[in-house]
């Protein structure tokens, strides 16, 4: 008897259909969280619900507008809030076009960094922050020689 056999019920080991496999909760728990996944989270576009007063930190609804949204209202920065309160509150899916074109057309230049092939925002100096952050570095030098030096960003 000094061999000890394999044994299929090892001692401490985890028991076939283990404690978790049958647990109810883990089910509901997924179940809880993809139900909480609304829809308009899915799409490339966001649409906000505006009657939402939560998840508003970003940046303003409209896309070629870079202020960043500090109030949790519709997610519309200040301005564009006004803007929209304005316009008598109408629904903000079917607002957000023609809002938009009014921005485009209020600013002459592309709203875009001066960066050629760099497509972020401009949030400063006509430079996105990570090229404005580089240009700053860099000892703030002649803008127009600055930028035309820099290479295109890699996607
Ligand atoms: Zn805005
Ligand atoms: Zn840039």
Redesign the pocket.
């Known amino acids: 008897m000094s061999k000890t056999m394999p044994s299929g019920n090892a001692a401490g080991g985890i028991r076939a259909g283990g404690a978790d496999a049958g647990r109810p909760g883990a089910r509901v728990l997924l179940e809880r969280l993809l139900s909480a996944v609304r829809p308009e989270f899915r799409n490339d576009v966001f649409i906000p619900d505006p009657d939402s007063v939560v998840f508003f930190t970003a940046t303003?609804a409209?896309p070629s507008?870079p202020?960043a949204v500090r109030r949790t209202r519709i997610g519309?920065?200040q301005?564009?809030h006004a803007w929209w309160r304005e316009a008598g509150r109408p629904d903000l899916a079917r607002w957000l076009e023609p809002a938009e074109q009014r921005l485009r057309a209020e600013v002459p230049a592309v709203p875009a960094c001066a960066v050629a092939g760099c497509n972020h925002a401009h949030r400063r100096n006509r430079l996105c922050p990570r090229h404005a952050g580089a240009w700053e570095r860099a000892g703030c030098p002649d803008w127009d020689g600055w930028c035309a030096s820099q290479p295109a960003p890699s996607p």
């Open positions: 303003c409209l507008c202020a519309l920065c301005r564009h």
